[in-house]
């Protein structure tokens, strides 16, 4: 992880600065979510499941993003995750973005314009999670289930992560989520995109 200038000493404490780049950071990656769900040709796995929650319940997709990061925050209790002001943050923000931004953008109806939104979203994805993951003050709800498990279980993070996203993906598509191509390239292209973001936040001085 790129060492920058607004990383926090602690998890619970920051700059002005750091907080605003955490804040920053956590609403363009709600925002690229959104870029992902108005495409229609969809989305990343979690918001997957978010928009079959959604569909069954009757709330917001922003509504049930916070929810279910509530419900893996609770999953931390046993795991004994050590949350942080980034944590908490993230849960907050990302799920207000999401909510704020889906009906702020058209919907495209070219088949180019939603994949330029599939694109687009991706990469504020990227810069949103290299800019809130060198604050250091936290791991995200999703991140911070992933290490847990990978520390009590012994398995290596890769298939970890792999069999949480497959998880969320299929149960979000049961419930009526919108899997497709953007579901796709997200799985191809967030990891490329992320680091992208670090390497791009790295060289920034604030």
Same mark, same amino acid.
């Given at each position: 992880?790129?060492?920058?200038?607004?990383?926090?000493?602690?998890?619970?404490?920051?700059?002005?600065?750091t907080?605003?780049?955490?804040?920053?950071?956590?609403?363009?990656?709600?925002?690229?979510?959104?870029?992902?769900?108005?495409?229609?040709?969809?989305?990343?796995?979690?918001?997957?499941?978010?928009?079959g929650?959604?569909?069954?319940?009757?709330?917001?997709?922003?509504?049930?993003?916070?929810?279910?990061?509530?419900?893996?925050?609770?999953?931390?209790?046993?795991?004994?995750e050590?949350?942080?002001?980034?944590?908490?943050?993230?849960a %907050?923000?990302?799920?207000?973005?999401?909510?704020?931004t889906?009906?702020?953008?058209?919907?495209?109806?070219?088949?180019?314009?939603?994949?330029?939104?599939?694109?687009?979203?991706?990469?504020?994805?990227?810069?949103?999670?290299?800019?809130?993951?060198?604050?250091?003050?936290?791991?995200?709800?999703?991140?911070g289930?992933m290490?847990?498990?990978?520390?009590?279980?012994?398995?290596?993070?890769?298939? %970890?992560?792999?069999?949480i996203? %497959?998880? %969320?993906?299929?149960?979000?598509?049961?419930?009526?989520?919108?899997v497709?191509?953007?579901?796709?390239?997200?799985?191809?292209?967030?990891?490329?995109?992320?680091?992208?973001?670090?390497?791009?936040?790295?060289?920034?001085?604030?």
């Amino acid at each position: 992880m790129p060492h920058t200038r607004w990383r926090a000493s602690s998890r619970w404490r920051g700059r002005p600065s750091t907080l605003a780049i955490l804040a920053g950071g956590l609403w363009l990656f709600g925002a690229g979510e959104a870029f992902l769900v108005d495409a229609g040709i969809g989305v990343s796995p979690w918001t997957v499941l978010a928009q079959g929650v959604g569909t069954r319940s009757g709330i917001g997709i922003g509504t049930a993003t916070f929810l279910i990061s509530v419900a893996v925050l609770l999953l931390w209790v046993p795991l004994r995750e050590r949350p942080g002001l980034g944590t908490l943050s993230n849960a %907050v923000i990302v799920a207000l973005s999401l909510g704020v931004t889906v009906p702020l953008l058209p919907s495209p109806d070219a088949a180019l314009g939603k994949l330029a939104f599939v694109l687009l979203g991706i990469g504020l994805i990227g810069v949103g999670s290299g800019l809130y993951l060198t604050t250091a003050m936290g791991p995200g709800p999703r991140d911070g289930l992933m290490t847990g498990l990978h520390r009590h279980t012994g398995l290596p993070v890769t298939p %970890v992560r792999l069999a949480i996203e %497959v998880s %969320v993906l299929v149960v979000g598509w049961l419930l009526g989520g919108t899997v497709g191509i953007g579901t796709v390239l997200f799985a191809l292209l967030v990891g490329p995109a992320v680091g992208y973001g670090l390497a791009l936040v790295s060289r920034t001085r604030v």
